[in-house]
């Protein structure tokens, strides 16, 4: 226990005293602008969210209609209808995502 307090201090310290060094700006320096830097990592993060979440929308469809057609094979044709569609409807927001992030982000 006291071993790890020990650690937590000396860590502590060691950001507190790099801080100082890496915060320092000199008086005439002009401010950065980091919306850019911001806005491309805000764009990456919806769209990974937006991809990976469709991802497992079209999962859980393709489940669906396999467990609906294992119980009724005579609706096939009506359940890959209504796959088709579905995956189409679910990669239509990843799409649409994706335009709206080169739509949104400035460009560099």
Do not use: H, W
Request: include cysteine; charged fraction near 10%.
């Amino acid at each position: 226990m006291k071993r790890n307090i020990i650690r937590l201090g000396l860590s502590l310290m060691a950001v507190l005293f790099s801080a100082v060094t890496a915060l320092a700006q000199a008086p005439n320096a002009a401010p950065v602008d980091n919306n850019k830097g911001m806005a491309y990592i805000a764009a990456v993060v919806g769209f990974a969210i937006a991809a990976g979440l469709c991802g497992l929308g079209q999962s859980r469809v393709a489940s669906a209609a396999c467990e609906g057609m294992a119980r009724n094979p005579s609706a096939y044709n009506r359940v890959q209808l209504a796959l088709i569609l579905g995956l189409a409807f679910i990669e239509t927001l990843v799409i649409f995502t994706f335009v709206v992030v080169l739509i949104r982000v400035p460009a560099p």
